[in-house]
């Protein structure tokens, strides 16, 4: 996985919390546990610190993070 540094708004922790929708869920639950943890984690660098993963080695996973990134913006 390789990362890449956005110029999103800056995320200095204007906000203490973000929504995840249930609508996700079907998606997540085809991912196996090792690549929930890999989304999670890329979830968290995404809207701490604006950091963009790049998973190129797994579609599917990177498909999800589009996905969710969405609904975070």
Do not use: W
């Amino acid at each position: 996985m390789t990362v890449e540094k956005t110029e999103m708004q800056n995320y200095e922790y204007e906000h203490n919390s973000f929504i995840l929708y249930k609508d996700s869920r079907i998606f997540i639950n085809r991912l196996s546990k090792c690549q929930r943890g890999e989304l999670l984690l890329a979830i968290f660098d995404y809207v701490c610190d604006g950091i963009i993963p790049n998973f190129e080695d797994d579609a599917m996973l990177q498909m999800c993070f589009d996905i969710i990134r969405s609904y975070l913006d």
